[in-house]
């Protein structure tokens, strides 16, 4: 972690990245609009209301730029585009947590990994306020990304699970012999926990050899694309 005296000067923002995100989000939003116009003809309304959902969120932080109140680098807002396409659109919409039975695990663990991420800006905007007196060694910041990405899923799980109970909902996909849904929640807190870890060893290991890693280089960026969150 780094103290307020000895914070490096942060990397500017790619060019590459950028330009990348922007060309993807086109992609994704005009494959995403001719499906809506699809689901509409077929008279597929709750279908055509999540793709415009999703779209709104793919959308909206290209549209309202600088406008919003936190801004995130273009690595993150490519990482996070593709989870938000892959989980909902292709998953829910799409069906491909049916069709393919190593979709959900795969999702599971790559939301530990970016969760695990978060967990490490969370740490990290806190260190870097001088409105908060926190400077932690490396192992208790993983810990924190580590505990905060597995609660986070587990919380996703009650929340599948009362969407289903309330609503009638198929958020909990039951598996071969088990129509509960159970197996697949423990699956899925299982694959959670292990992205997490996966996650939070790396930085650790990053941090405690003091080598810069890509977590560090986007929480750097995301300090510099947000300057109003760390002033004292």
């Known amino acids: 972690m ?6 490096p000067e942060p990397p500017p923002d790619s060019d590459v990245a950028t330009r990348i995100h922007r060309w993807v989000a086109i992609l994704v939003a005009l494959f995403m609009s ?7 003809i077929e008279g597929q309304w709750l279908n055509a209301f999540l793709i415009a959902t999703i779209f709104a969120i793919i959308v909206a932080p290209i549209i309202l730029g600088e406008r919003l109140p936190v801004q995130l680098p ?6 996070t585009l593709a989870f938000i396409f892959a989980a909902l659109f292709l998953g829910e919409i799409r069906l491909y947590y049916d069709r393919l039975w190593w979709w959900d695990i795969a999702l599971h663990t790559s939301s530990g990994l970016l969760l695990g ?3 490490f800006l969370l740490v990290y905007v806190l260190n870097e306020s001088r409105n908060v007196d926190l400077h932690m060694r490396p192992r208790f910041v993983a810990l924190f990304a580590f ?3 597995v609660a986070v899923g587990a919380l996703w799980e009650i929340f599948e699970f009362a969407m289903d109970s309330i609503f009638g909902m198929r958020m909990q996909k039951p598996m071969l012999g088990d129509d509960s849904g159970l197996t697949d929640t423990m699956w899925d807190l299982i694959v959670d926990t292990i ?9 650790w290991w990053y941090m405690h050899r003091r080598v810069e ?3 560090e280089v986007w929480i750097q960026k995301f300090i510099a694309k947000n300057p109003r969150l760390f002033r004292s």
């Open 34 to 40: 001719i499906d809506l116009v699809v689901v509409l």
């Open 195 to 203: 992205g997490a870890f996966l996650i939070s060893a790396l930085g």
């Open 147 to 149: 505990l905060f990405a």
């Open 213 to 215: 890693s890509f977590i």
């Open 74 to 79: 273009a690595e993150m807002q490519l990482v």
């Open 117 to 119: 991420i978060l967990g």
């Open 2 to 7: 780094h103290n307020d005296t000895d914070t």
